[in-house]
């Protein structure tokens, strides 16, 4: 049965909504529905999950369509099965991003900081650490696993299809990570400056 499949794969992505190029999926958790639609826009699946079962109140799928979710079921599983590692070092980011947010939020002067300039801030803090701890290779991967959870791209989780958000997400971070780096360059070299002046 595709719907079971079809739930788990939206699980795997963590999101509630998936367009691909050949089919997009929809679940609607407050009337437990899945939608399955193809490249056109025609809707091949619509069941309701009630009572621990699926019941197809729409049915338009092929015997390909089955054979394709039938191939693609066995990959499924086999990345579910790893899921808790990905999920626990996903919420160990998060905890990270929560700290540093918290911090930047009990300094005065970023109390009433928008989400942007949360997260510039949250990326010089990883930076800092990184760098005061010795650990300062591969700073963008450290601060893009951080801003991974941020809460705006936590938003754009769920609200964009895959693809886009793939793609910016990595803008965002890169932005996120260059403003970082020239903010934080600019005030490393005006305490540089101040010292030679009070020599």
Not at 18 to 25: M, P, T, V
Not at 99 to 122: F, T
Not at 136 to 150: I, P, T
Request: charged share 25%; glycine share 4%; aromatic share 8%.
């Amino acid at each position: 049965m595709v719907s079971p499949i079809l739930k788990d794969f939206l699980k795997l992505k963590q999101v509630e909504n998936f367009q691909g190029e050949i089919y997009s999926a929809t679940w609607k958790s407050d009337s437990q529905t899945l939608t399955l639609s193809d490249s056109s826009g025609s809707t091949k699946l619509e069941a309701q999950y009630t009572n621990g079962e699926w019941q197809a109140k729409v049915d338009n799928l092929t015997s390909q369509d089955v054979a394709f979710f039938e191939k693609l079921n066995p990959k499924i599983q086999e990345k579910l099965n790893t899921t808790p590692s990905v999920e626990q070092k996903r919420q160990v980011l998060r905890q990270e991003y929560e700290r540093l947010r918290n911090q930047i939020h009990a300094d005065p002067n970023l109390s009433g900081a928008g989400m942007e300039k949360v997260d510039i801030a949250v990326a010089m803090r990883v930076i800092k650490e990184a760098v005061e701890s010795g650990k300062s290779d591969n700073l963008l991967n450290r601060v893009g696993g951080v801003l991974s959870q941020s809460d705006r791209l936590r938003q754009w989780k769920q609200s964009l299809p895959e693809n886009d958000y793939q793609a910016q997400a990595k803008a965002y971070i890169m932005n996120k990570f260059e403003q970082a780096t020239q903010i934080r360059a600019s005030l490393l070299a005006e305490r540089e400056n101040s010292f030679d002046l009070a020599r």
